[in-house]
C-alpha cells in the first residue's frame, strides 16, 4: 500500500476534522510494517502478566499496585506486542488516552483483558467493549474478550462467573485463562496446570486473527479512504456552493448599480433637454 506524506495528511485533517481517528489508523496501515496484537482493560487485571506468558518471557513489569504508565513494544515472533496502562487509572485522562490510541490506531488484534476475581464487566468496560466489537463488524478488525484470573475462584462460582459475563457481552468470543496455573504448569512441569491456564486456546485465537490480519487491513484501509473521499467530496461541494453564492450576489449587486447608472443617465439626459 502506498504511503501517505505528510502534506497530504495535513490537508484531509483540515478537510474532515471530525475523520482524524480514521485518518491516524489509516497512516498506521500504510507505515507498520508487523502486524500488531495490544491488550488492553482496567488496571491491575493481569495485562502485562498476560503479555509476558504469551511471549514466554518477562518483558513487561507485573505488579499487584497500577504498574504500567505508558504504551510499550515488544516484537517476537514478527508479531508487535503493546502493552498499554489500565484504564480509569489517573485523574487526568492521560493512561486512558493513551492505551485508546494503542487500541484504535496501532493494534491489529485487540485483547479486552477483565480480572474474573473482580465481577463482573461494569459499565464503562461494557461501553468500550461495545465500540470495540461495533467496529470489528464494520471492519472486520478483532477483539478477544480474555477473562484472567480464573482459578482465583473455586470451579463453581468460576463457571458461574463467566456465564454472567458471557450475557454481558453475547456477541464477544470470550476466552478464560490463568496465567498464575500456565506459569505454575510450566515451572512445576504439571500438564494438568497448563491445560487448566488455557494459554493455548488463546494462542490459537490470536494466530488465526494475525494470519488474517493483512485481509483484514486491506478492507479496513479500503472502509476508510471511501468514508474520506466522501467527506472530501461533500466539503468540496459545500465550498463550491458557496463560492457559487457569493459570485451569484456579486453580480446581482453588479446588476443593480448597472440599473441604477442608466437611470441616472436618463435624467441627466432629459434635465439636459428639458
Ligand atoms: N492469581 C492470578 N494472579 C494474576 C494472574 N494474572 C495476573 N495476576 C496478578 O495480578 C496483578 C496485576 O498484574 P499485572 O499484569 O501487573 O496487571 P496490569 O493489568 O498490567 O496492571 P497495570 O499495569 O497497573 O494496568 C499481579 O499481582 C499479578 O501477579 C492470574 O492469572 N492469576
Ligand atoms: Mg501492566
Known sequence: MPTLDSATVKRLKTLAPHRSAELERLVELTQAPRPA?????????????LL???????????????ETLQTSVQ????????????????????????????ARSQSDVRLFVHALDV???????????????????ATGRPTLLVVTRITNRSAAQRER?????ARQVPDARLIAVSVSSHRRGLAEDRPGFVQ????AALQQAIEGAVLEANQVR?????????????????????????HQHAQDQRQAAYRA?????????????????G
Open 37 to 49: 496484537v495490544a491488550v488492553l482493560g482496567q488496571y491491575n487485571h493481569g495485562k502485562s502478566s
Open 75 to 102: 516484537v517476537h515472533q514478527g508479531i508487535e506486542w503493546i502493552d498499554t496502562p489500565g484504564l480509569n487509572a489517573d485523574v487526568e485522562g492521560r493512561d486512558d488516552r493513551c492505551a485508546m490510541q494503542a
Open 119 to 137: 465481577g463482573e464487566l461494569d459499565a464503562s468496560e461494557l461501553a468500550l467493549l461495545r465500540e470495540l466489537l461495533d467496529e470489528q463488524s
Open 257 to 273: 448599480l448597472a440599473q441604477q447608472c442608466a437611470h441616472l443617465q436618463q435624467r441627466i439626459a432629459t434635465e439636459i433637454r
Open 52 to 66: 509476558n506468558a504469551l511471549i514466554g518471557k518477562d518483558c513487561f513489569s507485573v505488579s499487584d499496585h497500577r
Open 218 to 242: 486491506q478492507h479496513e484501509s479500503a472502509l476508510i479512504v471511501s468514508t474520506l473521499a466522501h467527506e472530501v467530496k461533500h466539503r468540496l461541494k459545500q465550498a463550491y456552493a458557496q
Open 196 to 199: 487448566l491456564g488455557n494459554l
Open 161 to 165: 462467573m463467566l456465564k454472567v459475563i
